[in-house]
């Protein structure tokens, strides 16, 4: 290659290099920009809806009661009326005891009240003859004193001392056949409290349902042996056992952590999972002490039970809404970083840049939480991968499907 080649090479690299350069320097237009590919970032727009802080405990179904029914009076059974699974009204009669001495004593005792009856009868009738005795000797005695008064020496003093002896005499025998009557009257209180004591165990020979429910066990049949369920030293065996089940307690462990938001009587909502079927409950009562093994809190919610569907021992599910708020800002839980002075979350400007808020957070669901204070409504907050994002980056917002990304567990 001669000089006047290389020249021209020379200078062909020496323009191209020139123009090169040139565009590289040259500033970049909207066609350029449009061009460029920013990075994308799933947000989730800020939103007013309710929220709920809510457990869901599983516990089992017991008889709101139960008992043993037993027997007041020893005694054998005569007749039982009921069997397992039979459902009885309060009252009801289940069985009846055959106890003869009883019968005895009662007719003893009614004896006794006609007797002490007949004794008021005629400490009565000695009470009006010495009343009357009284007011015939005191109205003698009255006239001849008057008429001594009158005209001294008219009347013996002889005379108006025996007058006087026996309106006293008369008298005695009115308090004393007044003291009769009473004592008379007081037998007649015995005597009836008596029969009526005895009644009342007759009556107990009717062993009846305290409350209406369904009889759970049948321990006794025709011609058992009964002991009186009344004393402490014999193990009386009963005769049946009655639960109620028209309503239900539903038995559950109520962890500390939930403690400080349950209240009696709110509402639960329980569903029965071998009955796919939701019922309504309320908090009804609760221990108010946590058990020292499990940090629970031994919880009944009563369930209404009118038809039976429910059964003793099935397990079902409560759910506890510990606290509630209506119409409040809320975002996903996945677009907050939780730290030592509070929470913060990523959110896309209007420019489309990163930036870093402070926020105060309320109520938390399974889901999303409320923001008390750092949001407002339409904010698009970044959502999973918040590591790759830095504050001032501008991306390109992408607003998720939050149903979507809560089943895929976060973007």
Known sequence: MNSKQRIAAITAVVVVGLIAARLLTRPTTKADASDETLPSAAVALVKRAPIENAVTLSGAFHAYQQVDVHAKVAGYIRKIYVDVGDHVKTGRTLAVLEVPELSAEVTGAQAGLRRAKDSVTRAQSNVHSAESIYAAYHAAYTRLKQASETRPGLIAEQELDDSMAKDKDSEAKVESDKAALAEAQSQLSVAEADLQRM?????????????????????????????????????????????????????????????????????????????????????????????????????????????????????????????????????????????????????????????????????????????????????????????????????????????????????
Do not use: C, W
Not at 300 to 323: Q, R, W
Not at 373 to 392: C, Q, S, W, Y
């Open 199 to 411: 009644n009342a165990l007759e009556d107990y020979t009717h062993v009846t349902a305290p409350f209406a429910g369904v009889v759970t066990k049948r321990y006794a049949d025709t011609g058992t042996m009964i002991q009186a369920g009344t004393s402490s030293d014999t193990q009386s065996m009963p005769v049946v056992q009655l639960a109620e089940y028209t309503k239900l307690r539903l038995v559950v462990p109520v962890p500390e952590s939930a403690v400080p938001g349950l209240q009696l009587g709110s509402v639960v909502q329980v569903h029965v999972t071998a009955m796919n079927q939701d019922f309504e409950g309320k908090v009804a009562r609760f221990a108010d002490a946590l058990n020292d093994e499990t940090r629970t809190m031994h919880t009944e919610i009563d369930v209404k039970n009118p038809d039976g569907a429910l059964k003793e021992g099935m397990y079902a599910e409560a759910k506890l809404i510990l606290k509630q708020h209506k119409d409040v800002l809320t975002v996903p839980i996945q677009a907050l970083d939780r730290n030592s002075s509070g929470a913060t979350v990523l959110i896309v400007d209007t420019q489309g840049r990163v930036a870093k808020r402070q926020v105060r957070l309320g109520v938390e669901s399974s889901d999303r939480v409320e923001i008390v204070a750092g949001l407002a409504d339409n904010d698009r907050v970044i959502v999973g991968n918040r590591g790759e994002f830095r504050e001032g980056e501008k991306v390109q917002p992408k607003v998720v499907n939050e149903m979507a990304q809560g089943s895929e567990g976060g973007i």
